[in-house]
């Protein structure tokens, strides 16, 4: 266990010491100042958070959900025997599966709460809005929700009893997902995606609250779009920047912090375009190991923010503490 994996109690963590005490312990380099509530009671859907700031912008990676990921998903055109190897080589347990969390953030501008993707959504058991309203945070106060691509572990949570879960919010959607969609025929393997994807946009559709962003730049002040293709066609990784200091998120551009940054030239069964994903996943993690960036990954363990170093044809990824 390292220190962002401690476990504070939820008693503590109201009380604040334990974010104080931490706060200290962390450089002023990388502010992370991670907090984590554990409560003990799994039927409240209360997980774990972990907050740092950007510059001015303050970050909160929410864990909404873990789940076991099929390794052979990752390795779409590598053996079992492949996987497993890099499994190994890594020091993680052969089991067939790891496990994959879902960490959407919440970004406080000072003036806005922003959403970066929305989890399964509490219909699916996600914790996402417990643990907001653990933070104090309410579905109403959030303004606005920045989805990075349209399928269920990050649209499905725009939905709460089939209404908007965040009915004041003004959805940002990518243009190119949403012309991807369009496009879509109804006999298309995507077309269930699409159809679900479509009713979870659908009460901000028709309250006009959907807007649509461009492949490249900024879609707010301090958050703007990465291309990265292949995944979905419209797939984007979202970059947090303010004051000099940034974190990329990946979002799934590498599903697995091990195997996808291991072999990056793996598919994943999930990639829709494989070949274009796997170029994009290779582009991003060499830039981001040039650079030294700060990183997220969506479904890395939580929290997921970390360093991307890179070791002849291939990558690892160093978690920041
Ligand atoms: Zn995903």
Not at 31 to 36: I, N, Q, S, Y
Not at 165 to 189: C, G, L, R, V
Not at 263 to 282: I, Q, S
């Amino acid at each position: 266990m390292n220190l962002q994996q401690a476990a504070f109690s939820r008693r503590n963590f109201l009380k604040g010491a334990g974010a104080a005490a931490f706060a200290t312990s962390f450089s002023t380099w990388f502010a992370l100042r991670p907090v984590m509530a554990q409560d003990g009671t799994p039927a409240s859907g209360v997980t774990a958070f972990a907050r740092f700031n950007v510059g001015a912008l303050q970050v909160t990676v929410i864990q909404d959900a873990v789940f076991p990921l099929e390794t052979s998903i990752l390795g779409a055109n590598a053996t079992v025997d492949d996987i497993n190897a890099v499994l190994a080589a890594n020091n993680q347990p052969v089991t067939g599966a790891v496990n994959a969390t879902v960490n959407p953030v919440l970004v406080n501008t000072g003036s806005e709460l922003i959403l970066i993707d929305s989890g399964n959504g509490a219909d699916a058991g996600g914790s996402l809005n417990n643990t907001l309203a653990l933070l104090g945070v309410t579905p109403d106060s959030i303004n606005r929700v920045v989805i990075s691509h349209f399928h269920p572990d990050h649209i499905n949570g725009l939905l709460a009893g089939g209404a908007a879960a965040f009915p004041n919010a003004t959805i940002h959607f990518p243009q190119a997902e949403w012309d991807f969609m369009q496009a879509t025929p109804a006999d298309s393997p995507a077309a269930g995606l699409v159809t679900a994807a479509t009713a979870a946009l659908q009460p901000y559709l028709d309250a006009d609250q959907v807007s649509y962003y461009a492949p490249e730049g900024e879609i707010l002040p301090g958050i703007v779009a990465v291309p990265a293709p292949g995944h979905t066609p419209g797939h984007t990784a979202i970059r947090l920047e303010s004051e000099g200091e940034s974190v990329l998120n990946l979002i799934d551009t590498a599903l697995s912090a091990v195997i996808s940054l291991s072999r990056p030239d793996w598919y994943a069964a999930f990639d829709a375009v494989p070949e274009l994903a796997a170029e994009t996943r290779l582009a991003l993690l060499t830039s981001a190991a040039a650079d030294g960036a700060r990183v997220m990954g969506y479904h890395f363990p939580f929290p997921g923010v970390g360093y991307v170093v890179a070791e002849d044809d291939a990558f690892s990824f160093v978690p920041a503490t």
